[in-house]
């Protein structure tokens, strides 16, 4: 790519059609295989085309359990998925429940720990 191709290309009435057509060359020859696209958005599914399984629940229990796994203090834990130790604290003592992006946290926590605990390092002295 030369540096004209990443420069900002201001559209004007006069130069619109061209640059329509322009477009539109481009398109055809990366079809048939003469240019490649400059940039592709792949996606694995739209919610047309797929559903997505809601996170299991978390009670006190499982909370505590999943934080005893990881062997952290409520209040690492709770930094970890950017909460507050009260919250946390409130979780186990089963006086609220968890719910929203706090149980998908959980479940990734339960289900895959070093994607959360690659964050949390050892304070050096």
Do not use: C
Not at 36 to 51: G, H, L, P, Y
Not at 58 to 80: H, I, P, T
Request: charged fraction near 30%.
């Amino acid at each position: 790519m030369t540096k004209k191709d990443h420069e900002a290309i201001e559209v004007t009435s006069e130069n619109f059609g061209e640059l329509l057509l322009q477009g539109l060359n481009e398109a055809l020859a990366i079809e048939r295989g003469e240019a490649v696209a400059a940039r592709r958005v792949r996606r694995v599914a739209t919610v047309r085309e797929a559903s997505v399984l809601p996170p299991r629940g978390y009670d006190a229990e499982a909370v505590q359990a999943v934080r005893e796994r990881l062997g952290l203090s409520q209040a690492v834990f709770a930094r970890v998925l950017n909460s507050s130790a009260e919250t946390v604290k409130a979780w186990e003592q089963g006086k609220r429940i968890p719910d929203g992006m706090a149980l998908a946290l959980l479940q990734v926590a339960d289900e895959h720990p070093q994607a959360l605990m690659s964050r949390v390092r050892r304070k050096t002295a």
